[in-house]
Nanobody, 126 residues
Framework: QVQLVESGGGLVQPGGSLRLSCAAS????????MDWYRQAPGKQRELVAA?????????NYADSVKGRFAVSRDNAKNTVYLQMNSLKPEDTAVYYC??????????????????WGQGTRVTVSS
């Protein structure tokens, strides 16, 4: 069983910063990608930032957060971070951690599965 647990959300004023964390635990063989999504009220869930660790590490950001957000990961801790700076009211949303994780099945083969965290709320307001 694999779990993703997010932390770090809260209320912040416009222009402020927050750092989100997402720790993966359980019977993990390898974490291929870890992403951050967000869902604002009345809107669809959207990809905010992604980081891969297959071969060379690469990152990808939504246009709306480029230059303000930074995603990073600590492989030793199976943790991904999202540093959010210069926050705007439009960044208000529930932020979800997502990961593609390789686990060993009961048949002893390796398979990749998609996992989601429970979400952490970020509110940007004065």
């Amino acid at each position: 069983q694999v779990q993703l647990v997010e932390s770090g959300g809260g209320l912040v004023q416009p222009g402020g910063s927050l750092r989100l964390s997402c720790a993966a635990s359980g019977s993990i063989v390898r974490i291929n990608t870890m992403d951050w999504y967000r869902q604002a009220p009345g809107k669809q869930r959207e990809l905010v930032a992604a980081i891969t660790n297959v071969g060379n590490t690469s990152t990808n950001y939504a246009d709306s957060v480029k230059g303000r957000f930074a995603v990073s990961r600590d492989n030793a801790k199976n943790t991904v971070y999202l540093q959010m700076n210069s926050l705007k009211p439009e960044d208000t949303a529930v932020y979800y951690c997502h990961a593609n994780i390789v686990v060993a099945t009961i048949f002893r083969d390796l398979k990749e599965f998609s996992y989601w965290g429970q979400g952490t709320r970020v509110t940007v307001s004065s």
